[in-house]
């Protein structure tokens, strides 16, 4: 009887996989600079590799212990997000005809932006876009809510919120883990702006007919659900102040913190009635 032929498997070779998935991430984040003629198109294109390599190669799972394609990946999220605060800063200098142009190469930027927030996880190096965001919130802010774009800019408004939703999701849902006084900081940095944005939006919808910039039911769950979990988080102390300043402004309605708010009471009343029975139970003790 013959016996069946076994196909010649050959071994993977991890140092090619390793190579072609470090100089996709080099071109995705631009990290190899403009490359002309291509421009965009090619950046696209290593993004759509890396997609490719992180969701069907299952070799590419192995190389992202090393060390190499760690470092590569972190040098791209910070050369974006460091681009991206460089020419948002430039928006208050430019002249208005200058505007648009910035405009667009802001969009782009953040184009990127999202990509990452979706490729990270994945790589489990999530927490590097998040300390990076973190870091520079305050200055994103502090821009966009210069008197010079009251009026202007409503798309990327919208895109910046749906960037912070994905941070709040990564940090309220305990991906990604920060200190305490971090989580604090990032909440009371983008929890007011997200209360600004959602009334502002919703007044231009009314006055301009067919104005396509909102935040749609589904975002606007997202970033309340993540709010709420990442109260829930916070010492009590912490989650007292931000709640009582929710309750100073509830007429503005969004987001609704009231299931926040019904955890912490609960969870204060349960402490202090610990704290009572501790000390009836110390003092029956008592000589």
């Known amino acids: 009887m013959a016996m069946s032929k076994k196909p010649n498997i050959k071994p993977v070779d991890l140092s090619t996989t390793k190579d072609i998935f470090v100089s996709a991430v080099r071109f995705a984040v631009s990290i190899e600079g403009p490359s002309f003629p291509f421009g965009d198109e090619l950046r696209i294109s290593a993004q759509e590799q890396v997609d490719y390599m992180l969701g069907e190669d299952g070799d590419t799972t192995i190389i992202m212990a090393d060390d190499e394609v760690q470092s590569v990946v972190r040098m791209g999220v910070y050369n974006i997000i460091h681009s991206f605060e460089m020419d948002l800063s430039s928006l208050l200098s430019d002249t208005t005809l200058e505007l648009e142009g910035a405009y667009n190469r802001i969009m782009k930027m953040v184009s990127d932006l999202e990509w990452m927030c979706n490729v990270l996880p994945k790589m489990d190096l999530m927490k590097n876009f998040v300390s990076n965001w973190a870091a520079i919130s305050s200055k994103i802010l502090g821009i966009m809510e ?24 990564a940090v309220g849902y305990g991906s990604v883990i920060l200190p305490a006084p971090c989580r604090v900081q990032l909440l009371k940095t983008w929890f007011p702006y997200v209360r600004k944005m959602k009334p502002l939006l919703d007044s231009k919808a009314v006055e301009e007919t067919g104005f396509p910039y909102k935040m749609d039911e589904d975002l606007c769950q997202a970033i309340e659900g993540a709010i709420v979990s990442l109260i829930l988080t916070l010492p009590s102390n912490d989650q007292a102040d931000i709640l009582a300043d929710w309750i100073k402004s509830r007429e503005v309605g969004y987001p609704d913190l009231s299931e926040a708010f019904e955890v912490w009471c609960y969870r204060t009343k349960s402490a202090k009635r610990r704290l009572v029975e501790g000390l009836d139970g110390h003092s029956d003790v008592s000589p």
């Open 146 to 169: 210069d008197k010079k774009l009251d009026h202007v800019m409503w798309g990327l408004k919208v895109k910046l919120v749906e960037i912070a939703c994905k941070v709040l999701e």
